[in-house]
């Protein structure tokens, strides 16, 4: 069977400690700082673009770089491919190369909040997680509602 990720494990960013990727973690334990997810880039050596480019379209075509290892724990309302906005006058501007903006405007909630909730909540799901909070002024909030309930689970957002 093919893996469907190569998400191996979790680093700490400023010290290098290495957590498990199978429990839930949150932060390191030793310094308080944040974990990185740690991937196996030498397996997707033989993964091509014209592999990538004949999946569906959506976030979920590139699940190898990203930490769900199972496909039936992905959570799904068809995010991915915004576009990339060509900024010219903005290139004229600050005189230097060609600059895009990637507009987000068009995910399922209406915010680029949705491709980390997506993961988090499909991530979560596949530790276990039933019920999920969120502290928010409001964009992170509607997203963890929105795939909490694609999920049939329970959110609460302050």
């Known amino acids: 069977m093919e893996e469907y990720s190569t998400f191996t494990s979790l680093l700490c960013s400023e010290c290098g400690d290495v957590y498990d990727a199978h429990e839930v973690q949150t932060f390191c334990t030793d310094c308080a700082s944040p974990l990185v997810a740690q991937y196996d880039f030498d397996s997707?050596?033989?993964l091509s673009r014209e592999d990538i480019g004949q999946r569906p379209k959506g976030l979920w075509r590139w699940?190898?770089?990203?930490?769900v290892w199972r496909q039936e724990n992905q959570v799904?309302?068809?995010?991915g491919d915004s576009p990339l906005l060509h900024t010219a006058r903005l290139e004229s501007e600050l005189g230097i190369g060609q600059i895009y903006m990637k507009d987000?405007?068009?995910?399922p909630t209406?915010?680029?909040?949705?491709?980390g909730l997506v993961m988090?909540?499909?991530k979560a799901i596949e530790l276990g997680i039933e019920e999920f909070v969120i502290p928010?002024?409001?964009n992170a909030g509607s997203a963890l509602a929105a795939y909490a309930a694609r999920a049939g689970k329970k959110a609460h957002i302050y």
């Open 44 to 46: 997707l050596r033989t």
């Open 63 to 67: 699940h190898e770089l990203l930490p």
């Open 76 to 79: 799904n309302l068809g995010e």
């Open 104 to 107: 987000e405007s068009g995910q």
């Open 110 to 115: 209406g915010t680029f909040k949705a491709r």
């Open 120 to 122: 988090a909540v499909s």
């Open 136 to 138: 928010t002024a409001g």
